[in-house]
C-alpha cells in the first residue's frame, strides 16, 4: 500500500512534467490561441465596417439637406407631332407622338468651389457649381424622321434639361434662346430618360434658321459632378479648387491639370462616341451610360486603412508567437500558454485603439501612438516573464520591424502585394535559417 500511494504522486508529476515539455502539446496550444483570437479580430473588423458605414449615412443625410450628387442631362428639345388614321366610314383619329433633337454643339463651362461640412466626427465634402450651358441647335428635320411637317406642332417646342438634385438649385433658372429670355419651371418633357429638371416652352418655326442657346445654374452638390455628351460636338470644361478628383464615367479628360490647389480638365466628345443618335422619335435613350464625370474625393481613407491593417493581425501575432517559441526551444524556457494568450490580446487591442484614434487624430498619429503603446506594453510584460533582458531587446526589435513594415504596406498601393510578398519569402528564410540547427526529436530532453 505504501508503495502504491508513492507511485501514484510520481505518475501525476511525469504528466505534468510531459504536458509542459511536450513540443506537440505546446503548438498544439499555440494554435488553439491564434485560432481563439480570430473571435476578437472578426469582432474589430465588423466593427470598423459599422463605423465606415455609419460615415456613409452622414454623408448621405448631409448631402440630402445640402444637395446629392449632380447629373446634368441635356438639354433637349421636344416637339410634339400628329398621325393620323382614316376609318372606312371617314372618319379620322389623331395620335400625339413626341419627337426629340440634341444640339448641334454643346459647350459646358463648370467652376466648383469646395465646402468642408462637419457632423460629428466625420467630414462630408460639398461643392457649389456654377455652370454655364452653351450651344446651339439645328432647324428640326422631320422629314428624315419621316413626319410630315403639316403635322408637327411647331408651338408646343419645349426645351428640357435633366437635373438630378433639385434641392440644390440655388438661383431661378432662365434660358436664353435664339436673343429671348424665358424663364424655365420645374419638370420636363421627357422624364423617363431626363428625370428631374427644368423646362421651358420655345419658339421654333420652319425658317431653317439655327437655335443658339445659353443656361446658367447655380446648384449646391456634393461629391459627384456628371454631364452627359448630348451635343454633336460637345465640350465640357471644369475647374475646382479641390485637389483630390478622380475622373469616372465613360469618357476621361483629354486634358487635365491637378495641383495642390485645385484641377481643371477638358473633354472632347462626339456623337460617334455615343451609341444614340441627334434625333429620334417616341422611343427612350439611356443617357446615364454615357456620361462624364468628377468626383471630390477625400483622399485619406481611415477606415480603408483600417481595414487594410486589420488583415495582417494573424501575421503579427504569428511572428510574435513563433518568436516565444524559439525562445522556449533555444533557452529551454517555459512560458504558459495562458501568458501566450495575454500577448496575443495586446497585439489585438492595437487595432482597436488605432480605428478609435484615427477617428481624431488621423491615421499616421494613431498608428504611431497605437504601436508604440503595444509595443512598451508587451517588451514590459515579457521582461518580467523572460527575465532575460536581451531576449526582450530582440523581441522590441522585431515588433518594431512588423509594425514599420506593415505601415510602409499601408502607404503603398500599386506595389503593396509585392512588397508583402516579399516581406513574407523574407520572414518565412528568416525562420528556416535561425532553426536549420534545431533537433526537433529531442526538444523534450531537458536539462535538469
Known amino acids: 500500500m505504501n508503495n502504491e500511494s508513492t507511485n501514484q504522486p510520481n505518475i501525476f508529476q511525469r504528466f505534468t512534467q510531459w504536458l509542459k515539455e511536450s513540443l506537440i502539446v505546446k503548438l498544439l496550444s499555440i494554435g488553439f490561441i491564434v485560432i481563439l483570437l480570430l473571435i476578437p479580430n472578426v469582432m474589430i473588423s465588423e466593427l470598423i465596417r459599422e463605423r465606415q458605414h455609419r460615415q456613409d449615412q452622414v454623408k448621405q443625410e448631409v448631402s440630402q439637406s445640402w444637395g446629392g450628387a449632380q447629373a446634368i442631362r441635356g438639354p433637349l428639345l421636344s416637339i410634339p407631332y400628329s398621325t393620323w388614321q382614316t376609318w372606312e366610314d371617314g372618319k379620322r383619329t389623331e395620335t400625339r407622338h413626341t419627337a426629340w433633337f440634341l444640339p448641334k454643339k454643346l459647350v459646358v463651362d463648370g467652376d466648383l468651389k469646395h465646402q468642408i461640412r462637419r ?148 473633354w472632347q466628345v462626339l456623337d460617334l462616341n455615343r451609341p444614340y443618335p441627334q434625333q429620334w422619335k417616341d422611343e427612350d435613350v439611356n443617357f446615364g451610360q454615357f456620361e462624364l464625370s468628377v468626383r471630390l474625393i477625400q483622399p485619406v481613407d481611415e477606415y480603408l486603412k483600417n481595414t487594410r491593417s486589420s488583415k495582417y493581425a494573424i501575421l503579427v501575432v504569428g511572428l510574435t508567437f513563433l518568436l516565444y517559441f524559439f525562445f522556449e526551444v533555444l533557452q529551454k524556457l517555459l512560458i504558459h500558454p495562458f501568458q501566450y494568450l495575454l500577448v496575443g490580446l495586446a497585439l489585438t487591442v492595437f487595432y482597436l485603439l488605432l480605428l478609435s484614434l484615427s477617428e481624431h487624430v488621423g491615421f499616421n498619429a494613431a498608428y504611431l501612438v497605437s504601436s508604440v503603446a503595444t509595443i512598451v506594453l508587451i517588451a514590459g510584460y515579457s521582461f518580467s516573464v523572460l527575465k532575460i533582458k536581451r531576449l526582450v531587446v530582440q523581441l522590441l526589435l522585431l515588433l518594431v520591424a512588423i509594425y514599420g513594415f506593415i505601415f510602409i504596406l499601408l502607404q503603398l498601393e500599386d506595389y503593396a502585394l509585392l512588397a508583402g510578398s516579399a516581406g513574407v519569402f523574407l520572414a518565412l528564410a528568416s525562420v528556416m535559417w535561425a532553426s536549420r540547427k534545431i533537433d526537433w526529436y529531442n526538444l523534450g530532453e531537458r536539462s535538469n
Not at 443658339?212 to 471644369?238: C, Y
Request: hydrophobic share 35%.
Open 119 to 266: 457632423r460629428s466626427i466625420f467630414d462630408v465634402v460639398l461643392y457649389q457649381a456654377e455652370i454655364k450651358l452653351t450651344g446651339e441647335f439645328e432647324q428640326p428635320d422631320f422629314q428624315a424622321l419621316h413626319v410630315n411637317p403639316e403635322d408637327v406642332h411647331w408651338d408646343e417646342a419645349r426645351l428640357s434639361t435633366g437635373i438630378s438634385g433639385m434641392t440644390g438649385i440655388k438661383e431661378a433658372v432662365m434660358v436664353q434662346w435664339a436673343g429671348q429670355a424665358l424663364p424655365m419651371e420645374p419638370g420636363t418633357s421627357a422624364t423617363s430618360f431626363l428625370g428631374n429638371g427644368v423646362s421651358s416652352e420655345v419658339p421654333v418655326d420652319t425658317d431653317g434658321k439655327t437655335y443658339p442657346f445659353s443656361i446658367p445654374l447655380k446648384l449646391n452638390g456634393s461629391e459627384n459632378l456628371s454631364f452627359d455628351p448630348v451635343g454633336k460636338a460637345t465640350t465640357v470644361n471644369l475647374r475646382s479648387d479641390w485637389h483630390s478628383p478622380s475622373f469616372e464615367g465613360a469618357f476621361l479628360p483629354d486634358q487635365r491639370e491637378i495641383t495642390p490647389n485645385g484641377f481643371t480638365a477638358q
